[in-house]
């Protein structure tokens, strides 16, 4: 644990997760939970055991008894996804007492893509050719250094921080204090893991994942084999896998009568993808 | 209220509050705290009377029982602030589905202040002269205009809605529902009504507040008497107003002896304004 | 609605729940969740479609911004259990203010059953015979009485409220109000609708759940579809089921071999017996 | 902080308060509130002085990075005031998992008090002659005993525990481990260690206060001094304050013609007692 804490993930171009502080580990969540079910469970599950059945029937509140403190330094539109997990403490770096720094985001060649036709809310698997992106990166950079540049101006001409800084991008990095316990952080992993969260905001996520696997293994696999892996299926959808295991084929027509409408149609053959193959 | 629901109050130069929905009145937190009372106190306090000793010892949980829907279209910069409010529900336009919109706050001439020497974190009372004032605020403008055709030009080139916004200022306005009981409005309000907080977001504070007293007028009077217009003294400022009593005279020197210290010096001394005019 | 405010539902032997006010319907989700995806998904979906979308996939937000004011009657180790739901606004009745009323709990003959054994934290399917039944039944009333006339002769002795109420059994009958927006009472409702929850408190979710199906029939169904009747299945339970569609029976050793443990074999049998039926 | 933690503060006649573990001292309040302010104010404030400005100020945020886990023996009905405190994290021990030990909260003689006639919602300063006092005192301990003995022959019977525990009277001992910010804490002890405050819960509140006095011993020191030690005074109060300054007598009707009411009027001088002596 001592080689985690202030060790700095880099994450993104220019920021970064560090583990300031934790209290507790994989003992501290027996500890809770044998608080509950005193002394009547002792011998029936040995740790390992307790936490996976914590995790699996959703006995949240021993995971709560954990807790992270990071600092992290983050574009202010990553900041605006990641405050919405209210339950947790924020101390952030002020634009009003303080100046912004000369630090902005541009992604990377890599992820630099087109919107997504399906998903409304993402950008698609296709890219740009070699020389589209390097002037749209480039653009990037020169907008974010007129956008400094006139926030300096403003500055330098006695303008107050806390109006002078509305010219400055949402690319803009700012810095906090983020605590938050263990139960809260692993709500937060299963959503901003997801393929569906911004890759600017997933890659901090995976940082911090790393962290916390590294500081309560068991917790962390446990995690993984009933919230990360584990597939949810609707009453509709148990109906068509039972007549797949009665030998019939997922066809539309099939999915379409059991009561399975197109949309949904294709989030189920994404989830059971597994099982098909 | 019928009147009320619905009504755009205009803030800033292109945002509004306006109330979509409201649960409650006074009667309902009169209504909880009698529950909790039981009938035992019934004869003793008439409705108002109860309210405000509700209100004067911090008994919060009857002012929890009203809860407000409003729809608000701020500035991202005031989002970031408001948004540290946990207690509450939001909604807010996303960038990620949707295309955000051609609109940036621009300050009045007025609030175009210079940075307060004394206050870290605030503007001064100082403007610039009306020509500097106009250059000023014409290039917050051309700022926002550029910003704006960089972002169309990059959805034009295809690029992914949650990418491209990156460039755009924290002057861009953005939407959100927000819902919140009367006491965590309350609070919200006593934090952004105050004269340290920053202006752009003390207006919105001043347009809810008047919605708030016509909705719960005997609530909000209260609210006024013992929590916006109080004081509070620490027990060293108590020492010192208790000299006071005898005749003397706050002096540097009588109120060092005492305890207070320099700058504590000063907030006694605007606190108690009042007493001394 | 109208209909259903100030309605009493009643619970057990002596208690109830009442609607007391209600923020929104159905609409005011869709409402809502516009906000979020602006215009551009207006023609995409359907109201109906969108609540449904926005349930399957945990779009949790909109749901917030419907509110519920329930007053309750219940025993005080229901209370226990029920406030363990921390984002919700309470106003009790307190025993220090007021006399607690003679009124106590007791179970109904057919709920008086004996400990399970294979569940340790409720009771089997197992009753007593009707004499023993009777007995035991007559002994609660008789220890509610005996307690009351104790607390009684202490009151009347000028022992402060606040400490003779200590002799009062947890059986006891308190009330509150209740309020809650309608994610955390889908929340509420799914734990407490469950089959592990104890009885008594699964008769209020019960009946509070009769009352939202009323005010918000779209989303209960689709909290029904998606929350109450769906299944999770974990990665390595999805690995027996894909035996399964080969053609294999999940039989122990197969499980055990796939690396599901004795106890969750039964877990996941319960789970997906309605695929096996 | 190593010799704290573990350590059995004794409450009550069978309870405890017990440190379990913490995270942070007075060092992580600084540091947070050095991410807010950046690197301006670093010279401006030594340590000691910006927790002192944190706290006056009600910068609350730094004060939620540090966070203490309890391990706590208290009596259900001292549970039942606690739970209230929604902001902390719970693990109880729980009568459906096991059986609830034969402890049972009995009063001191010297807190065994009459019923307030001043105080609707509290015990005067009048006790019993002792030969009364012993009896009521035994009656608590026979009704403890009598009542466990009902436990026990219910649960000889068979009776699911979730059921025969209802007769247990709401002084029985119960556990948790309680988890909480020092922001969050610090409002609980000013809420419980004030004089209105059931005895009960007060004096977990002052065991507690000890332990954080000595963790944090800065930030107890500005609670103590701008919360404790502080008093609120309404915009009326300030009235009749600058008229004693001008000399005058805070009479009955000098303070009922600024507007403060009979009730008020005392609660005014109580509060500036410390004022007038």
Redesign the interface.
């Known amino acids: 644990m001592q080689d985690l804490v202030g060790k700095e993930f880099r994450c993104l171009d220019k920021g970064f997760v560090r583990l300031?502080?934790?209290?507790?580990n994989d003992d501290?969540i027996v500890?809770?939970?044998r608080?509950?079910?005193?002394?009547?469970?002792k011998k029936v599950h040995e740790d390992r055991?307790l936490i996976r059945?914590l995790m699996?029937h959703q006995h949240t509140?021993?995971f709560?008894?954990v807790?992270f403190?990071f600092?992290v330094k983050l574009?202010?539109?990553v900041?605006?996804q990641w405050?919405?997990h209210?339950?947790a403490?924020?101390?952030?770096?002020?634009?009003?007492?303080?100046?912004m720094k000369d630090e902005f985001?541009t992604?990377h060649e890599q992820?630099?893509?087109?919107?997504?036709v399906t998903n409304?809310?993402?950008?698609?698997e296709e890219g740009?050719d070699t020389n589209?992106a390097m002037d749209?990166l480039s653009?990037?950079q020169q907008?974010a250094d007129?956008?400094y540049a006139?926030y300096e101006?403003?500055?330098e001409?006695?303008?107050?921080?806390?109006?002078a800084?509305?010219?400055?991008?949402?690319?803009?990095y700012t810095?906090?204090?983020w605590?938050v316990?263990l139960h809260n952080l692993f709500h937060f992993l299963r959503l901003r893991l997801d393929a569906h969260a911004?890759y600017e905001i997933r890659v901090y996520a995976e940082a911090m994942a790393d962290i916390v696997k590294a500081i309560v293994p068991v917790a962390y696999e446990a995690f993984?084999?009933?919230m990360l892996?584990?597939?949810?299926?609707?009453?509709?959808e148990?109906q068509v896998?039972?007549t797949?295991?009665n030998g019939s084929v997922p066809s539309e027509i099939t999915m379409e009568e059991i009561g399975l409408?197109k949309?949904?149609q294709n989030?189920f053959l994404d989830k059971i993808r597994?099982?098909l193959s």
Chains 1, 2, 3, 4 share one sequence.
């Open positions: 300031v502080d934790v209290m507790g501290s500890q809770a939970a608080v509950s079910y005193g002394t009547g469970t055991g059945y699996r509140t021993p709560e008894m807790e403190k600092h574009p202010i539109f900041a605006r405050i919405r209210r339950t403490n924020v101390n952030e770096y002020s634009g009003r007492y303080s100046e985001y992604p992820q630099l893509r087109k919107q997504s409304k809310q993402g950008r698609s740009f589209e749209i653009s990037f907008h007129t956008s006139h101006a403003l500055l001409k006695g303008v107050a921080r806390e109006i800084r509305i010219v400055l991008p949402v690319s803009n810095e906090w204090y605590k316990d911004q993984e084999d009933y892996g584990s597939v949810k299926l609707s009453k509709v148990l896998l039972k797949m295991l409408k949309r949904e989030e597994i099982l």
